[in-house]
């Protein structure tokens, strides 16, 4: 038998280290050639790192959280044969060999931010947590995603009365599934409406979190944030939307609102090039594109994602529709490339139904502009002295100060107004 070593990749880009988001094996286990080992993170994208032999998983070599050197080692597995380690080679230091505690499982640490419990006197220290045991302590925090937090939230649950089936222990949804069909017994009743709580969850910011929160800090800093907001008459293009989706939904696919307020930034964007731009605040240059990057925010059960919809100004209303959807789901599966979450030059948000009445969208640096859509709503309005119902809906943007000026990105904006207003003027060339 042998030991073969797995180090961080180069993953391109001039990138010298990344940020480990997730193991998906634990010391013990057995993987196959092209099984996924761990997520790590650029600062564009999350990339899955597959084993490229079968073995047994000896040592992990960092914990979630951990930023690691492109080029050190990740991880050791056995391997038949002689393996590519070469003798008198160290153990790596994140973790060392060391005496299993007996009869219990052992895993990596998922997160270092909770201390592992101490071992029985009698047994040897070693450097991987002991799996939790249900129900854990009041103040000890189970692995789960956002997604599976909320839902146990929604549903009165405590984690920490739920088995964990996922590596490390994580828990599932199938995990609260199998939970919720069990009878409820007192221990595991979770508390009523106005029963007092004391427990608190401390939850590490890693992986996408922490990236999220780098970024929009570096935006706040670096930009001179001004936001606009204006009203909309949506009337009229809410009705061509329905008439197009009745006449060719099924051949064409359904449209969304998006798709016409991709067309109106497009041929507002002619008009006003220094919104469509980026400015390098360090080299003092400010490039002004010709194709129309939209990026397209997209919230998922991790953070927040802005995949980009390329050469909006060259797609129909369909094609830009089913790629803003292709590229949604991507980022909201995690499946989103490099290439497809980097290179946008206008950013466009939208909250759907909860959009609320305003908002003060953050500038996707180095980009200058971003247009936010709120909810569509029915209001009474006036017209030609007539009191009627319209459908409204604001448009709240912000822009960089230092590069664009107020005028011209209320005139943009106003640009956009008159073509979702006139909804027929986005097809006149």
């Known amino acids: 038998m042998g030991t073969h070593v797995i180090k961080m990749p180069d993953i391109g880009e001039g990138i010298a280290q990344v940020e480990l988001v997730e193991w998906f094996v634990k010391v013990g286990d057995t993987v196959t050639e092209d099984q996924v080992v761990a997520d790590v993170m650029t600062d564009k994208a999350t990339v899955e790192i597959p084993s490229p032999v079968s073995g047994k998983v000896l040592a992990l070599g960092g914990q979630p959280g951990e930023v690691m050197a492109v080029g050190s080692e990740l991880i050791r597995i056995e391997v038949e044969g002689a393996g590519n380690l070469q003798e008198g080679t160290s153990k790596p230091a994140a973790a060392p060999a060391a005496a299993p505690v007996a009869s219990q499982p052992q895993i990596q640490p998922a997160q270092p931010a909770v201390a592992a419990k101490p071992a029985a006197a009698a047994a040897p220290v070693s450097e991987h947590r002991v799996a939790p045991i249900v129900p854990r302590e009041a103040n000890e925090r189970p692995l789960a995603s956002p997604a599976v937090r909320k839902r146990a939230w929604d549903a009165g649950i405590e984690l920490r009365f739920v088995h964990g089936s996922g590596p490390a222990g994580r828990i599932l949804h199938e995990d609260l599934d199998a939970f919720l069909a069990q009878p409820t017994t007192q221990s595991q009743a979770a508390p009523g409406g106005y029963a007092k709580r004391n427990d608190a969850e401390q939850i590490p910011v890693i992986g996408l979190r922490r990236k999220i929160a780098q970024r929009m800090q570096d935006a706040k800093r670096r930009v001179a944030h001004f936001s606009y907001v204006e009203e909309i008459d949506v009337t009229a293009l809410e009705e061509l939307r329905v008439h197009l989706n009745k006449k060719h939904g099924d051949s064409r696919g359904k449209l969304t609102l998006l798709p016409f307020l991709v067309r109106a930034m497009v041929i507002a964007a002619r008009e006003f090039p220094q919104i469509n731009a980026t400015y390098d605040d360090e080299a003092q240059l400010i490039t002004r594109h010709g194709a129309v990057h939209v990026g397209i925010a997209t919230q998922g059960d991790n953070g927040l994602m802005v995949p980009v919809l390329r050469h909006a100004e060259a797609g129909s209303l369909w094609s830009n529709a089913s790629e803003i959807s292709r590229l949604a789901n991507a980022a909201r599966n995690n499946k989103a490339s490099r290439e497809e979450l980097s290179g946008s030059t206008i950013t466009l948000t939208s909250l759907g139904a909860l959009g609320g009445i305003a908002s003060t969208p953050v500038v996707n640096t180095p980009e200058v502009a971003i247009v936010g859509v709120n909810r569509i709503v029915e209001r009474p309005m006036v017209?030609?002295?007539?009191?009627?119902?319209?459908?409204?809906?604001?448009?709240?943007?912000?822009?960089?100060?230092?590069?664009?000026?107020?005028?011209?990105a209320a005139l943009f904006i106003q640009a956009i107004r008159g073509l979702l207003e006139q909804p027929a003027s986005l097809f006149v060339e």
Not at 385 to 407: A, E, P, T
């Open 383 to 408: 017209v030609n002295g007539q009191i009627v119902v319209r459908k409204m809906m604001n448009l709240s943007s912000s822009f960089d100060h230092r590069v664009v000026d107020g005028m011209d």
